[in-house]
């Protein structure tokens, strides 16, 4: 692309930072529960109407498509998540959430801006797009099954398929000013574990008559262990974790009848996925057999493994350096953590990225999912400009 569409967009970002950190704030001060997004998706249908862009509203719910023209039906999609987490915020800002115990703590709300400003910032330079863009605002990505899996199913990739996809996402342990990225695989899949032990419960000064659920139940965590330690390839990255250990009744002398144990399980191959639920099972199963009790185990499949196209990750990187300068685009790691992205990057070549958001030197450091969560909000700039940037330059390849 020529320089001057580069110095274009960052000048109309600039200009147009005042408008999406208020357009932040509000979506900040109202967050709404993955699949519950009515308010949220009404304030975004009202922007692309004012604006005069043409979308297509209800995907998975409450989900907006908007389109922007270009000269040719080529596609480059666009996404940003818009579902807030059930946290009760303990930020003393003007913006803070209003809607008690739900907040946004994993910065969708800066993802929907960021993507709105994109908008803008595309539709007044649409008739020098080469090609089409697709904006893609997706409900309950903090939620099973995930609105990217719903969305595909209700054909967000087709007519035409868009020939690359593209997301970011917050970062607060990265300074304002910077990106991340990483080619190849990125993200861990995501599974949840859901454990119901059943016994005789009783007196616990008589075990003799009782079948102790506790005892099954922490046997089955701890043999639970070998999954990974014992039966991963240490090459793959897995972890099997326990969060949850409730007893349905119970006391210090009373052994309840009934235990329910939740967890997760990620890892970086599809192929050990398979083989891991297997196990999980098994044990759980051989394990209640040998205690007396009875079991009952699902494991909910969750989100896949995010794959970064190599081919589309190393050009947007590229982009990224002549739009943010080499210094300011940094390689990641892997993560253990999960994105619902991850369904559009087994379908389309895609790139997920990462968008500085932190500022030590202010106090901005909490991480996502934490009542303290905020953001420098310097980041909206580069979170709209680049995007926008990407999606100009990857229609031009």
Known sequence: MEPTILTSIKEKALALLPEIIAIRRHLHANPELSFEEKNTSKFIADKLTDAGISFTSGWAGYGIVATIQGQSDRVVALRGDMDALPILEANDVTY???????????GHDVHTASLLGVALILQSIKDNLPNTIRLVFQPGEEKLPGGASLMIEEGVLENPEPETMIGQHVFPSMEVGKVGIRTGLYMASADE????????GGHAAMPQDVTDTVLAASQMVVALQQVVSRNANPAIPSV?????????GGATNIIPNEINIEGTFRTMDETWRGKAHELIKSIIENTGKAYGVQVIVDIMKGYPCLVNDPKLTQDVKSKMIAYLGEENVVDLDLRMTSEDFAFYSQVVPSCFYRLGTGNKSKGIIS???TPTFDIDERALEIGMGLMAWLAVSECAC
Do not use: D, Q, R
């Open 193 to 200: 574990i859901y454990i119901k032990i059943i016994g005789k």
């Open 96 to 106: 803070k959430s209003k809607n008690e115990g739900i907040m946004h703590a994993c």
């Open 240 to 248: 099997l974790s326990f969060g949850k250990f409730n007893t349905v």
């Open 367 to 369: 991480p996502v999912h």
